[in-house]
């Protein structure tokens, strides 16, 4: 089962996923990656071309495809959890950690970066702060494990998620590619 991870954007999906996927030792899938691969230019670009609804619908399909592969660690879009649909193939198709993190603590990783079209306005501390009032409850509903990312390192952050998915039992015993052992 696919593990995946949800959060606003800038809470650190993509870059906690590739870690994790590497000590998991299963693929890493980035659903803002696949989209961009699908339409041929960026999501900035698509974003502003063709307008929000138009970017949920290719974000709809390409999250419906890949919660239905196999074992890989998921990153998905900040607002991946806005349509019903993309919360449901998640919650059940996939094991779901939302990294919360406090607005300020987006802000503060973020606000140089000029790739988050949701962020480009006048006040995008106070965007941070919308968008955390309006999806923190989607987030919460799609989530089976919640992380709060605060101020842990990235290695930090893969330790919990991986002790949270082997107590639970979700987790291989064996990574991908040994050989299990022989219960004759």
Do not use: W
Not at 68 to 93: D, F, I, K, M, Y
């Amino acid at each position: 089962m696919p593990i995946a991870l949800v959060g606003l954007p800038g809470s650190g999906k993509t870059t906690v996923g590739r870690q994790l996927a590497r000590r998991l030792q299963l693929p890493f899938l980035d659903s803002d990656q696949r989209i961009e691969e699908r339409l041929g230019c960026t999501i900035r670009e698509f974003f502003a071309r063709e307008g929000e609804d138009a970017f949920r619908d290719v974000e709809q399909t390409v999250i419906d495809e890949l919660t239905q592969g196999g074992p890989c660690v998921l990153s998905t879009g900040g607002g991946a959890v806005l349509r019903p649909v993309n919360r449901r193939h998640l919650r059940e198709r996939t094991t779901v950690f939302y990294l919360r993190s406090a607005p300020e603590d987006v802000f503060r990783r973020v606000r140089h970066d000029r790739n988050r079209p949701l962020l480009q306005v006048d006040d995008p501390l106070q965007r941070l702060r919308d968008l955390y009032a309006v999806r923190d409850p989607l987030y919460r509903e799609t989530a089976h494990f919640v992380i709060e990312t605060g101020r842990p390192s990235v290695a930090t952050l893969v330790n919990m998620i991986a002790m949270q998915l082997e107590l639970d039992g979700r987790r291989p015993a064996e990574p991908v590619g040994s050989a299990a052992p022989s219960l004759h």
